[in-house]
């Protein structure tokens, strides 16, 4: 299973981004996806999450800022950021969880925001 991120970049604060992660080879059945960020000299942190059945979770941090989403047909789950702010600045990476409790890593992609 490979995962491709794509959509960081350099942002304004206050500014959007929308991040896309695609999944493709032999998936098995995915029980959900999530997207993860380090920033410099920080532990990796949990940014939202979203179920099969499309429940979603999100930390304190980014919530009512950042939206996931999925298109199950292709196997493709989407961060919507707004209002980005500094402490947003990381390397944005995508899970996959699979029912058969394999996870599987994307390569991560940079989101920096600064004027």
């Known amino acids: 299973v490979q995962l491709q991120a794509s959509g960081g970049g350099l942002v304004q604060p206050g500014g959007s981004l929308r991040l896309s992660c695609a999944a493709s080879?032999?998936?098995?059945?995915?029980?959900?996806m999530a997207w993860y960020r380090q920033a410099p000299g920080k532990e990796r942190e949990l940014v939202a999450v979203i179920t099969s059945g499309g429940n979603t979770n999100y930390p304190d941090s980014v919530k009512g800022r950042f939206t996931i989403s999925r298109d199950n047909a292709k196997n493709t789950v989407y961060l919507q950021m707004n209002s980005l702010k500094p402490e947003d600045t990381a390397v944005y990476y995508c899970k996959l969880y699979q029912h058969d409790a394999r996870e599987y890593w994307g390569q991560g992609t940079l989101v920096t925001v600064s004027s």
């Open positions: 080879g032999s998936i098995f059945s995915i029980n959900a």
